[in-house]
């Protein structure tokens, strides 16, 4: 016999609701009993009780069944190519269907990012604006953080060597695109600052630390 | 179940949305600056590995690059009009917007901000958005209801699933502990920090102002929580009203004190979670507008 879930919308028989808590007892005991692999059981666990809430409900099944067999594939489909992209954990490989991972990981204290300083020919440091290609809109701020952290203080190897040479090819581009639009004269060297916030000791941003990181000259 | 019953108007309502959001962030795009950023960094990622390797070139040339827009072009502004050939002008301009949007991930990294709206491109191709609200349209024969209802529920089923994925990672991989230590307060600083926003320095006030921090603290596990469960605002009317707030002011949020708009999503928001038929019916939007008459379905 269904039942409406205290009258919210829901329509879950008992047996279902034993079935929901069994993947959430899943959930938790994967979590604490299977490493890495518990994150997959997880969220396998969680889109499945997810499913099942869907897939009882009378009016999502309307829909499913009036629809052409191709069309019911596809309504299928989409859904679970999104959620199969996601718990695969490839990161963007599986593009269109991508690892969907924002703010999960703690951040230390006193967190770190990088800055970019021009010098002009006439000696004088400007700042360095990151948004100077408007189709990759705020994507180069990101990527140039992304590629400083591994060429910087990433362990050494071919990844640390390749996102040097990113970073360089990316920073000279910079440089470039800047010299283009603005008629402040071209620019001798790009330099990358590593910048620390004192979480405890914030105090204004003239408390936030800076250490110079690398120098890249431009031709 | 939201988006019960959808009528041919709001279906071509919402493809004008759609395509016109498209048709206006790529309008605004100059693509030319593409050719001018290293092409080293670039890495073909998912579907664009099967562009073969001698295209590329070409592709990434400004010419290649003019091309694609006044491609996208073309293809959004019949997709807007309801021109003819719907079908295969969708499917080849969603093919197309695939393709750009990967090109600006392969080059950079893969940012999450319009991916729900390619999705919905997607889903909008494969069902007949253009049967009304769409230029010099003949007669249909009259189709089951469900053509249209369908594709607005899985549209919002994928948008809600977007949030999903993302809630249920952090809870299962990371809570309580992300919860409790703070972290969303640097996240909050740090962004500020390295992005100077609209708004200034309001996103590192928290860190001098503790007590500004506390909603931020209350906030986080509620919004991830609210994320995690977000497809159920399909099923439950009142789950809905208690969503659409809250997810809207994290969003707010996030702009103002992290300089970050998630701003397809905010466009989608009102399209595809909340009662747009009734909306939709009020309008003169031809015959089958009047037929239909204001509609008063409770879904949820």
Request: glycine share 10%; net charge positive.
């Amino acid at each position: 016999v269904g039942y409406t879930g205290a009258g919210v919308g829901f329509q879950l028989g008992r047996r279902d609701v034993v079935v929901l808590i069994g993947l959430g007892c899943l959930i938790v005991l994967g979590r604490r009993h299977l490493g890495d692999a518990g994150l997959l059981v997880g969220e396998i666990s969680a889109f499945l009780a997810m499913g099942l809430v869907l897939w009882r409900h009378a009016g999502v099944r309307a829909i499913l069944y009036g629809l052409d067999p191709l069309r019911r594939v596809l309504v299928v489909l989409i859904p679970t190519l999104l959620v199969a992209g996601h718990v695969a954990n490839l990161g963007d490989r599986p593009y269109p269907f991508v690892t969907w991972q924002l703010y999960t990981d703690s951040l230390p204290r006193n967190p770190t990012y990088h800055e970019y300083t021009a010098t002009l020919a006439t000696g004088r440091e400007i700042p360095l604006p990151v948004r100077l290609f408007p189709t990759l809109g705020g994507r180069v701020g990101p990527f140039l953080q992304f590629l400083a952290k591994r060429a910087l203080h990433g362990r050494a190897g071919p990844a640390r060597a390749e996102a040097a040479a990113q970073l360089d090819a990316v920073l000279r581009a910079l440089a470039r695109e800047h010299e283009r639009r603005f008629g402040e004269g071209p620019i001798r060297a790009v330099d990358v600052w590593h910048r620390t916030i004192p979480t405890d000791a914030y105090a204004g941003r003239s408390s936030i630390t800076r250490r110079h990181d690398r120098r890249v000259d431009t031709p | 179940v939201l988006h019960q019953r959808v009528s041919p108007e709001t279906l071509g309502c919402v493809r004008i949305g759609v395509f016109g959001i498209w048709l206006v962030s790529v309008a605004l795009a100059p693509f030319s600056d593409l050719a001018r950023f290293p092409v080293e960094t670039l890495r073909p990622i998912g579907v664009l590995n099967l562009i073969p390797g001698p295209a590329w070139p070409m592709l990434l040339s400004p010419a290649g690059l003019w091309g694609l827009k006044a491609a996208l072009l073309a293809g959004l502004v019949l997709l807007v009009l309801g021109a003819p050939g719907y079908r295969a002008v969708a499917l080849l301009t969603c093919a197309m917007l695939t393709f750009y949007q990967g090109l600006l991930r392969g080059f950079t990294f893969t940012n999450h901000g319009e991916l729900p709206l390619l999705y919905a491109a997607w889903v909008l191709a494969l069902f007949p958005a253009d049967d009304a609200v769409s230029l010099g349209r003949r007669r249909v024969a009259a189709r089951a209801p469900v053509m249209y209802s369908a594709p607005m529920a899985l549209v919002a089923l994928v948008l809600l699933l977007c949030y999903s994925l993302v809630g249920i990672r952090r809870l299962v991989e990371s809570a309580p502990g992300i919860f409790l230590d703070g972290t969303i307060v640097r996240y909050v600083a740090l962004r500020a920090a390295s992005a100077r926003g609209t708004f200034g320095d309001l996103g590192l006030a928290i860190l001098e102002h503790p007590r500004l921090a506390r909603p931020l603290l209350l906030g986080f596990p509620v919004v991830g929580l609210f994320e995690a469960l977000a497809p159920l605002c399909l099923l439950s009317r009142w789950f809905r009203l208690a969503w659409l707030p809250v997810i809207i002011g994290f969003h707010l949020g996030v702009w103002i004190l992290m300089g970050f708009l998630f701003l397809f999503n905010l466009l989608m928001i009102p399209m595809f979670l909340t009662e747009v038929d009734r909306l939709v019916a009020r309008l003169p939007l031809g015959e089958r507008g009047r037929a239909a008459g204001p509609r008063h379905s409770r879904p949820g």
